[in-house]
């Protein structure tokens, strides 16, 4: 019975998020037909423990971008991340970083960025071919200090220890 609502809590904790969705243990970026997977880390905060949504704590946070689909190697690359502030219409002003349009042949994209204070923004990744232009839009809060389980366990744990008094 424990094991059963320990899984249920932690069943909980997936959702998508804009265009960034957790499925198998991989956060995977819808860009057009192709995806891409998201990792990020926090390593002076939360050490080796990836997260592929909201952004934990301020501070240094590194992203790595993998190439799904070899599709994409040819194509060029483009990332922002701009201030979520409901308008994109001048995104120069509202990008708090950008690394302009590359190819990466090896398939991967890693950068990182600090963040000095907690917010809302919204990452725009945008890849280009011959004739096609697709962008993913997903947008993700920085400082929420990540999701706990342990209300959700303990509540679990309450309820099955009441109904087996009762």
């Not at 697709?134 to 809060?141: D, E, G, I, L, Q």
């Amino acid at each position: 019975m424990v094991i059963i609502a320990l899984g249920m809590a932690y069943s909980l904790q997936l959702s998508a998020h804009g265009g960034l969705s957790l499925a198998e243990d991989m956060c995977k970026l819808t860009i057009g037909p192709y995806t891409m997977h998201f990792t990020g880390y926090q390593p002076e905060s939360t050490q080796e423990q990836e997260f592929c949504e909201d952004i934990p704590m301020i501070g240094r946070t590194v992203v790595a971008l993998d190439y799904i689909n070899e599709e994409l190697r040819p194509m060029t690359t483009e990332v922002r991340i701009i201030r979520d502030t409901g308008s994109e219409e001048n995104l120069d002003a509202s990008t708090i970083f950008h690394i302009p349009p590359k190819v990466y042949s090896n398939g991967s994209v890693t950068f990182e960025h600090t963040f000095p204070e907690p917010g809302k923004f919204v990452g725009l990744v945008t890849i280009r071919g011959d004739k096609e232009e697709y962008v993913s839009r997903f947008p993700f809060a920085v400082g929420t200090g990540g999701k706990s389980n342990l209300p959700y366990i303990i509540g679990i744990i309450v309820l099955a220890a009441a109904a087996a008094l009762f």
